[in-house]
Structure formats: structure tokens, C-alpha cells
T-cell receptor, first 109, second 114 residues
Framework: DAKTTQPNSMESNEEEPVHLPCNHSTISGTDYIHWYRQLPSQGPEYVIHGLTSNVNNRMASLAIAEDRKSSTLILHRATLRDAAVYYCILCGATNKLIFGTGTLLAVQP | DGGITQSPKYLFRKEGQNVTLSCEQNLNHDAMYWYRQDPGQGLRLIYYSQIVNDFQKGDIAEGYSVSREKKESFPLTVTSAQKNPTAFYLC?????????????FGQGTRLTVV
């Protein structure tokens, strides 16, 4: 299974946009890019996923590089409730979600 | 409401005892998964099942066992062979090919072995 690389932590101010990067240079052509987030002592929550094109939903946007070797999760206006660990995951033919250590996002009021 | 339920939320056991964690889903999902999470770490895959009566080992299966007799249920047994069983355990479910869709997670069971 291909791996992802994310910064350990990031900080943002409330009401400002946040761009969370993810590198996945060994991605294969059929791997989907998934993002989940986890609040303390809770199970992960699905955020968004994509294959090649940029994606938008009510929670966030996903920008995928043209060569698919990197992607960026965009939270358009961070709130205190967005403080969590964000995981970027590749899901391929094995149908397994393999988690890395993620990015801990802190949101300052 | 459809969802995935783990019970209990907190579990305490004495060292050397086997313990079974429950995971039930009413989402009609074929695939189910068990993960372990240690403090400050990401999730590690223990076992997964793509269909009833079949399951595969994940990355850290030693000391654990599972069964998948019903589509809705995927219990995990932490055996006495697991050297460091104290952890946060998470169960998930999805349709069989979830590359293009989301997985749903339970709220977890925090197991403490004393």
C-alpha cells in the first residue's frame, strides 16, 4: 500500500482558511485519496475523497495535483470545532484504509 | 438510525484474561475492520473482513482473533497472548469496495488491562 506524508502539526486562526498538505509520491493510478479527521477519544470521521479532479463538499475542498503526487485539504473558514487530527489516506485495490500519524490542527480563537 | 456501535465504551480486565469487544452495524455493509490506536499514534489495522465467514490479518494481528458469522457483527477477542493490550480499539465498516466512498467508524472501546 502506498504511503502518505503529512506535517505533524499546523496552526490556524479562527475564521481563516486552512490548507493541509499531503504528499503521496508513490500513488498508483487506481488509488483514491481519502481524508478523515479525528477528535480526541472519538472514532475518525470522513471528510472528503477524490481520484483525479478537485472535489468540494459541505465540509471541505480537496485539491489534487495534476500528477496526483500531492493533495491539499482546504477548510475554507476554520472554527474551533475543526481542531482535530487530519489523516490523508490512499485507498487502493486492497480496499484497506492504512492510517499514518496525521496532522494535528490547532485553531486559535 | 443507521450506524456502527461499539460496546462497551470502557473496559477493564486483569492481565492474562481474554476479552471480547463488540462491534455491530446496521448499514448493510459487507466489509468490517478493527483498528488499534495507542496514545499520540495513528490507527493500525488488526483484522478486516470483506464478507461473511471470511477475514484477513492486518498489520498487527498477533494476539487477536475475530469471527464474522453474521454480516452485522464482527467481534474482536484480545487474547492473553497480546503483550500490550491496553489501547483504544476502533471498528469500522464500509461497502465492499470503498475506494470511492466513505468508511464509517464506531466511537471506540478503551481497554485497560491491569
Amino acid at each position: 500500500d502506498a504511503k502518505t506524508t503529512q506535517p505533524n502539526s499546523m496552526e490556524s486562526n479562527e475564521e481563516e482558511p486552512v490548507h493541509l498538505p499531503c504528499n503521496h509520491s508513490t500513488i498508483s493510478g487506481t488509488d483514491y485519496i481519502h481524508w478523515y479527521r479525528q477528535l480526541p477519544s472519538q472514532g475518525p470521521e470522513y471528510v472528503i475523497h477524490g481520484l483525479t479532479s478537485n472535489v468540494n463538499n459541505r465540509m471541505a475542498s480537496l485539491a489534487i495535483a495534476e500528477d496526483r503526487k500531492s493533495s491539499t485539504l482546504i477548510l475554507h473558514r476554520a472554527t474551533l470545532r475543526d481542531a482535530a487530527v487530519y489523516y490523508c489516506i490512499l485507498c487502493g485495490a486492497t480496499n484497506k484504509l492504512i492510517f499514518g500519524t496525521g496532522t494535528l490542527l490547532a485553531v486559535q480563537p | 438510525d443507521g450506524g456502527i456501535t461499539q460496546s462497551p465504551k470502557y473496559l477493564f480486565r486483569k492481565e492474562g484474561q481474554n476479552v471480547t469487544l463488540s462491534c455491530e452495524q446496521n448499514l448493510n455493509h459487507d466489509a468490517m475492520y478493527w483498528y488499534r490506536q495507542d496514545p499520540g499514534q495513528g490507527l493500525r489495522l488488526i483484522y478486516y473482513s470483506q464478507i461473511v465467514n471470511d477475514f484477513q490479518k492486518g498489520d498487527i494481528a498477533e494476539g487477536y482473533s475475530v469471527s464474522r458469522e453474521k454480516k452485522e457483527s464482527f467481534p474482536l477477542t484480545v487474547t492473553s497472548a497480546q503483550k500490550n493490550p491496553t489501547a483504544f480499539y476502533l471498528c469500522a465498516s464500509s461497502i465492499s469496495d470503498y475506494r470511492g466512498t466513505e468508511a464509517f467508524f464506531g466511537q471506540g472501546t478503551r481497554l485497560t488491562v491491569v
